[in-house]
């Protein structure tokens, strides 16, 4: 995948990736949808989808690594602190000239500027959670959440 995408575009992307509702058994069929596709791709990653600071879903694939655990973490917090994908803002810093390790007044200890973290929104609600994939590089991360995301809400499909 790109591992750089416009802001407008991305921006779009989470404008049209909100739920009507989002519950434990939402969460269960993301996460079941988000492991078949990792494990058809044999993607050794590890997923994660938080509602709150409750995680609701988690799952390692084969091969997985348990670094993976502290990138979510790290991820996850950034999506809290922005409202915005981990990916969104790691172009946002890299089209600004910025460094995307590095970001001004947060501590990268706590925080990951690589794709891969998507903040779940309910319509009239706001951000509910994040969903969390580690283990690929951010622009793969972000495009297989992206496109779980799309398939659960039957964003793209024809009628």
């Known amino acids: 995948m790109n591992t750089t995408m416009s802001l407008d575009a991305l921006l779009q992307e989470e404008r049209q990736l909100q739920f009507d509702r989002f519950d434990g058994d939402t969460a269960a069929a993301l996460g079941a949808a988000l492991v078949a596709r990792a494990r058809s791709a044999s993607r050794p990653v590890t997923l994660e989808i938080r ?46 000239g910025g460094d995307h390790d590095k970001l001004p007044g947060l501590d990268m200890r706590d925080h990951a500027a690589h794709g891969g973290a998507y903040p779940i929104v309910v319509r009239g609600r706001g951000a509910v959670g994040t969903v969390t994939v580690s283990g690929l590089p951010g622009a793969d991360d972000h495009a297989l959440v992206v496109a779980a995301l799309k398939d659960h809400l039957h964003i793209g499909e024809q009628p």
Not at 81 to 90: E, L, N, P, Q
């Open 51 to 96: 509602l709150g600071e409750t995680v609701v879903f988690a799952h390692a694939m084969p091969g997985a690594s348990p670094d993976h655990a502290d990138w979510i973490r790290r991820k996850n917090n950034l999506v809290r602190r922005t409202g915005h994908s981990s990916f969104y803002t790691h172009n946002e810093v890299r089209q600004a």
